[in-house]
Structures are given as structure tokens and as C-alpha cells.
């Protein structure tokens, strides 16, 4: 049974980090691409941030490129996103997905591309 469980969401003010994490089961990480994606209350869920299998690529929205990095950590079966310089629109929950994929180097924002995900993680930012 695959399973993904994010952690690492809390309460932080406008400008702070958070360290998300995505630990996973039940399936051989390294032949998957990883997302992020998040959901705000009665918004449609957007894509955040992927990293290929061999994460020599990663890709961010405009609005998340140069304050969150997405890394992964094949021996641990782990992704993670590092969120700096956070703003109170980023406030969601934040999923983690996993998609396989047969090439080394591609990643997708197509949130139908991802086979399984996890439960979420909520962040909320003050202003």
C-alpha cells in the first residue's frame, strides 16, 4: 500500500520559513517524479513545485522561484519543499504527490500526472 505523509505545516508570520516534508511507502521512490501542490479554502488546487527522479530538474511557479527549493533525499524516501520569505496568500494546505515516470530528467505541473498523494499538510501565515 503506497502512502505518502506530509509533515512540517504550522502558524508562522508573513517573511518566515517552513520546512515541508513528504515521507513515502509502498512504492520504489526513485522511479518517481515528486510535486507539490496546495489547496486554499474554495480555491481550485495549484501546482507548487516538482523535482525530476534524478533531480537534475526542478520547477517552480514564477510567484515561488528564488524563495522555495523542492529536494529530495532518495535513501530516505523524502521530499521536501523549504518555503523562505512566506506570504499570507500562501496560506493552504500543501500536498505532496508522486508520479512515475520512465525518463530521468521530466517533470510535469499537470496535477493528473501524479498517481498517488498524500493527506496534507496545513500552513497558515499571518500578516
Known amino acids: 500500500q503506497v502512502q505518502l505523509v506530509e509533515s512540517g505545516g504550522g502558524l508562522v508570520q508573513a517573511g518566515a520559513s517552513l520546512r515541508l516534508s513528504c515521507a513515502a511507502s509502498?512504492?520504489?521512490?526513485?522511479?518517481?517524479?515528486l510535486g507539490w501542490f496546495r489547496q486554499a479554502p474554495g480555491e481550485e488546487r495549484e501546482f507548487v513545485a516538482a523535482i525530476s527522479r534524478s533531480a537534475g530538474t526542478v520547477y517552480y511557479t514564477d510567484s515561488e522561484k528564488g524563495r522555495f527549493i523542492i529536494f529530495r533525499d532518495n535513501a530516505k524516501n523524502t521530499v521536501y519543499l523549504q518555503m523562505n520569505s512566506l506570504k499570507p496568500e500562501e496560506k493552504a494546505a500543501y500536498y505532496c504527490a508522486a508520479g512515475r515516470r520512465y525518463d530521468y530528467a521530466g517533470v510535469t505541473a499537470n496535477a493528473n500526472a501524479y498517481n498517488y498523494w498524500g493527506q496534507g499538510t496545513q500552513v497558515t501565515v499571518s500578516s
Open positions: 509502498g512504492l520504489t521512490f526513485s522511479d518517481y517524479a
